[in-house]
């Protein structure tokens, strides 16, 4: 790393807020989204609450998100990430803390309202623009390491589901607050604002700079620099962020209802944990492979390739049972390799379409609008199952919807007079 005094040191300084913003996000991922579904059923057995009520407090959250991730997007801009993700650390062990003593379901509908902002705190929004703002070069790469964090998350859901067996959940939801408070926040003290405004370069800048004091100017920065206003008013916007939502309906209630559905089909609950895990860690592939593709080919036809494979993944979703498991060996790879292209894809087309300066703001809308998808999907997927005793009508609705999001966004337009240099240059 080259400061703007010519010294040098060894690791550019964006690789450390990437390792940071990859622990919290699979603590926060782990946790809170994919280690959910490890509570869903011993708090249904406690309490003797249907599934669409337990499923209603993961769209209330969702709904939460959906609504403070533009206010997210804001203050990330006016304040950078660190005081973002140290709130969104401390309100989420205190909601693992009161989800330790909860006794009725109007407190655990508050929970999660503390869960929703908490999670905000450590949304896609800030941890995409902390660690955005500190690449342009390799900026697909570094938010693809960074998405595996959540990825990764799944690798707790065996230990938490062990926790539960052993302690019960009470007790585990106790330790789990105690564990992401001693972890988070010295990880979210780390992270610093732009480097620009710091003593450092982004990584594009570092080797143009490397031997000289100059501080690059705003247009070295970035040559693209579309308003919010200009940008909530595009197709552009508008065909990414309905796509987008589209996909993430089910995304969100198979996250929320693998487990469920299941042991519902008849598939032991051991095995359908090893499943929740897999389905995140596959999605790395998906994170790693997208950021890469995304750097090199045009982002638009590689997101909707991704997109499909989603699509297909729940067709063989919907027809598994205990007797045709193997379907599961077809369901992991695509749904979760389509999965995990839809965090780094979405930064990277903002990127690309609308530059970095107000990247905080413009995914904060995005996010906000697929939030909308994160409420609607489980709660769709527990209401189908309430009313058949099954899910399979939620599974193949939900591919359909999918396959008409690929649709949407292959025919994504351009930008009109954006100043965009080297568009032209994709390829594929």
């Not at 337990?54 to 206010?71: M, Y």
């Not at 790469?141 to 964090?149: E, N, P, R, S, V």
């Not at 860690?281 to 997208?290: E, H, N, P, T």
């Not at 697929?370 to 997927?381: D, N």
């Amino acid at each position: 790393m080259v400061n703007l005094t010519g010294k040098t040191s060894r690791v550019f300084y964006g690789w450390w807020i990437v390792a940071a913003c990859f622990v919290l996000s699979l603590c926060a991922g782990g946790i809170f989204t994919l280690g959910f579904t490890a509570f869903f059923e011993p708090i249904a057995d406690e309490f003797g609450w249907s599934y669409t009520q337990i499923s209603l407090a993961a769209s209330l959250r969702g709904a939460n998100i959906g609504l403070l991730a533009p206010l997210m997007g804001f203050l990330v801009d006016r304040w950078g990430p660190k005081w973002l993700l140290l709130g969104g650390v401390l309100l989420l062990g205190l909601a693992l803390f009161l989800l330790s003593h909860i006794s009725s379901l109007i407190m655990f509908y508050g929970i999660f309202i503390i869960v929703a902002i908490g999670i905000s705190g450590l949304s896609p929004t800030v941890m995409i623009t902390a660690v955005s703002n500190w690449f342009q070069k390799n900026a697909g790469l570094a938010t693809g390491i960074m998405a595996c964090g959540f990825a990764l998350g799944s690798l707790l859901v065996p230990t938490i589901v062990k926790l539960i067996d052993l302690y019960g959940w009470r007790t585990t939801a106790l330790i789990l607050g105690v564990g992401i408070c001693v972890i988070g926040v010295p990880l979210a003290l780390l992270v610093k604002n732009k480097p620009e405004r710091q003593e450092y370069l982004s990584d594009s800048r570092r080797s143009v700079d490397e031997n000289r004091g100059d501080r690059p100017t705003p247009a070295q920065v970035s040559s693209i620099d579309i308003g919010v206003k200009e940008t909530l008013k595009s197709r552009t916007f508008w065909h990414i962020g309905l796509a987008m939502t589209l996909v993430v309906i089910p995304i969100s209630a198979v996250i929320v209802h693998v487990m469920p559905y299941l042991s519902s089909v008849g598939v032991a609950r051991s095995t359908s944990s090893m499943v929740a895990m897999s389905i995140p860690l596959v999605s790395i592939v998906g994170r790693l492979s997208a950021g890469w593709l995304g750097d090199r080919f045009k982002r638009v036809r590689v997101t909707t390739a991704f997109i499909i494979l989603v699509g297909l993944g729940l067709l063989f979703f919907g027809y598994v049972t205990a007797q045709k498991m193997w379907l599961l060996i077809l369901f992991v790879p695509l749904f979760g390799i389509g999965w995990g292209s839809n965090l780094p894809m979405r930064a990277a087309l903002l990127t690309e379409y609308f530059g970095r300066s107000r990247l905080g703001t413009i995914f904060g809308f995005m996010m906000g609008l697929s939030a909308m998808g994160g409420v609607i999907g489980p709660a769709i997927a527990g209401w189908v199952f309430d009313r058949w005793g099954n899910y399979h009508v939620a599974w193949l609705l939900f591919a359909g919807l999918v396959f008409a999001a690929a649709i949407i966004m292959v025919t994504t337009p351009p930008m009109v007079n954006n100043n965009r240099r080297g568009s032209d240059e994709k390829f594929l």
